[in-house]
């Protein structure tokens, strides 16, 4: 949960979200984007990532979105700025603390698994949601071999199932609507999560379930998902110990996303959920170790390079693989916007993937707008 989610929705009241009478100071955003401290001297800003007049930037909060934290200028040297830094080190820390206390009692991934494989039995697959996953570039061989499946609110889950598997709650998957479930693959072929994708939904479609238990591992992470293309599909997906992909992984926001494109490239790819890698740093450092990865690929959606926050989100996963000694570079096709181009899962597998440096992706983002 984000900062500014702590700030308005979980009693903390050092906080006032913004709103259409009450503006950020930053940015004068009035929509309820920004959150401001009750002393008006310390703001968490979605827009403003950079000092201004009248306010000194500190730098980004961490999490799904980032936003900037700013105090007043005259504050920047004192004991109060460095105060509301520790106070936002410090509310990461209990978020996470928060998340391994949920995760207590949860199935070991080897039971979420076999229960995924029973809940995909169980419930099927509508005949929408299979028209769905095929316009999306699933074959039926691997739409049946995958663990999707359809479920709906309310609907009853099978006898004796436990209820400590992820979103259960009063003998039903807790979910906001019709949706299909979108497995995420542990490192040793193991379903060990997943999202809803919601068919109807305001704002974003994909959800985490939660119900008596949260989606997140006992480690307080939420899953990523590992895809070593088509070995996916093996009766033993976890049996690709010697095959190293010549060292490098691609990386992707999305499960689904990097479940197809692995599959139409016969690569290995990694999808986290709003492609916030650095979140699962567990999961990701133990892949980079024990598969012995030296280079990252990003794959950025199209449009990327014209969306400041989604770009400031690349160049914080960025960091991350810098610190892990990766070498990094960008798939590209020239997927400059989202109308004239397409995502890495909507590419025929006939593509030749080109790279380009982190500094060349940059220089893009700074010429259109990123």
């Not at 994708?197 to 939420?222: Q, T």
């Not at 400031?312 to 892990?324: A, V």
């Amino acid at each position: 949960m984000s900062p500014l989610s702590n700030a308005s929705k979980h009693g903390n009241k050092d906080f006032t979200r913004t709103s259409r009478t009450f503006e950020c100071p930053v940015c004068g955003n009035k929509k309820p984007d920004c959150a401001v401290s009750i002393d008006g001297r310390f703001v968490l800003c979605l827009k403003i990532h950079r000092s201004i007049p009248g306010w000194h930037y500190l730098g980004d909060t961490k999490g799904g979105a980032c936003w900037g934290m700013l105090v007043l200028a005259e504050d920047a040297n004192s004991e109060q700025s460095e105060r509301w830094s520790q106070r936002s080190v410090e509310r990461e820390q209990q978020k996470r603390e928060a998340a391994i206390t949920s995760a207590k009692g949860k199935l070991e991934p080897e039971e979420i698994d076999k229960y995924t494989h029973k809940l995909a039995k169980y419930y099927g697959l509508s005949r929408i949601h299979q028209e769905n996953l095929t316009s999306r570039g699933f074959t039926q061989e691997q739409i049946n071999q995958l663990e999707f499946f359809s479920v709906t609110p309310g609907e009853r889950l099978p006898a004796l199932f436990p209820a400590n598997y992820p979103g259960v709650k009063s003998g039903s998957l807790l979910v906001a609507g019709s949706a299909i479930f979108m497995p995420a693959y542990n490192l040793s072929g193991l379903i060990h999560g997943g999202q809803y994708r919601l068919d109807i939904a305001e704002g974003g479609k994909y959800r985490w379930p939660f119900g008596y238990k949260s989606s997140h591992l006992k480690n307080g992470e939420l899953p990523i998902t590992f895809i070593p293309g088509d070995k996916i599909l093996s009766e033993n997906p976890g049996d690709w110990i010697g095959d190293n992909f010549d060292n490098s992984a691609f990386i992707c926001e999305g499960f689904p996303k990097a479940t197809i494109a692995a599959l139409t490239f016969n690569k290995l790819f990694v999808g986290a959920a709003g492609g916030n890698f650095s979140a699962s740093m567990e999961q990701f450092t133990n892949f980079v170790v024990t598969k012995s990865i030296k280079t990252i690929n990003i794959c950025p959606d199209a449009g990327d390079v014209k969306n400041p926050q989604v770009m400031r989100r690349w160049l914080r996963q960025y960091e991350y693989f810098k610190s892990l000694n990766l070498f990094t570079r960008v798939v590209w096709w020239g997927q400059i916007d989202k109308q004239s181009h397409n995502d890495i899962d909507e590419l025929p597998p006939e593509t030749k993937l080109s790279y380009i440096s982190w500094e060349q992706f940059l220089a893009y983002a700074h010429e259109y707008g990123g």
